[in-house]
Antibody, heavy 117, light 108 residues
Framework: QVQLVQSGTEVKKPGASVTVSCKAS????????IIWVRQAPGQGLEWMGW????????KSAQKFQGRVTMTTDTSTSTAYMELRSLTSDDTAVYYC??????????WGQGTLVTVSS | EIVMTQSPATLSVSPGERATLSCRAS??????VAWYQQKTGQAPRLLIY???TRATGISARFRGSGSGTDFTLTISGLQSDDFAVYYC??????????FGQGTRLEIK
């Protein structure tokens, strides 16, 4: 079945970087994009960016530009999202989701990233 | 950036009754709106796309409607499993994709 499996919980110190992975299975990875969405504790959904599996083309939210890097490894059908210069405001659950036409039917299970000194 | 505004923030409805959730876009998004359900500790689940098309496996009790700037999600015959947070999202003009702030549907 189609699924996305994300990497595990991370605890980071302020100023550090974190990389979250998202491994796809059950579909042709290069035919779709992957979007990244985060959710701070008790808050709503915030779109971070999108990467196309076929050619690595990316779009990102303005607030994260310069601080986020999205990549893919088509050989393993895995997408990666690196977020740098972490602050406590980056504490959130990070989700990947399959991006087709702008909406997402398939979501990863989420990765909790905690930023704390 | 297109702003999606959901109302009300919290909706209290009794099981078996109907819930009506609203979402307004700051400019026209045609019918390019999706609705998601999210339960505590879980990833969002796609319910509706194209404003009114139910995703695979979604009950006919969930009905989406609207176009342009005003959209509605109607859930009929509320069941205990339906009480959750619901988000609308526009994908007509991006980046960025934008979500509403959510409506919490609670048991009355």
């Amino acid at each position: 079945q189609v699924q996305l499996v994300q990497s595990g919980t991370e605890v980071k110190k302020p100023g550090a970087s974190v990389t979250v992975s998202c491994k796809a299975s059950g579909y042709t990875f290069s035919n779709y994009g992957i979007i990244w969405v985060r959710q701070a504790p008790g808050q709503g959904l915030e779109w971070m960016g999108w990467i196309y599996g076929y050619n690595g083309d990316t779009k990102s939210a303005q607030k994260f530009q310069g601080r986020v890097t999205m990549t893919t490894d088509t050989s393993t059908s895995t997408a990666y999202m690196e977020l740098r210069s972490l602050t406590s405001d980056d504490t959130a659950v990070y989700y990947c989701a399959r991006g087709g036409h702008g909406y997402s039917m398939v979501w990863g299970q989420g990765t909790l990233v905690t930023v704390s000194s | 950036e297109i702003v999606m505004t959901q109302s009300p923030a919290t909706l209290s409805v009794s099981p078996g009754e109907r819930a009506t959730l609203s979402c307004r876009a700051s400019q026209s998004v045609d019918i390019n709106v999706a609705w998601y359900q999210q339960k505590t500790g879980q990833a969002p689940r796609l319910l509706i796309y194209g404003a009114s098309t139910r995703a695979t496996g979604i009950s006919a009790r969930f009905r989406g409607s609207g176009s342009g700037t005003d959209f509605t999600l109607t859930i009929s015959g509320l069941q205990s499993d339906d009480f959750a947070v619901y988000y609308c999202q526009q994908y007509n003009d991006w980046p960025p994709l934008t979500f509403g702030q959510g409506t919490r549907l609670e048991i009355k």
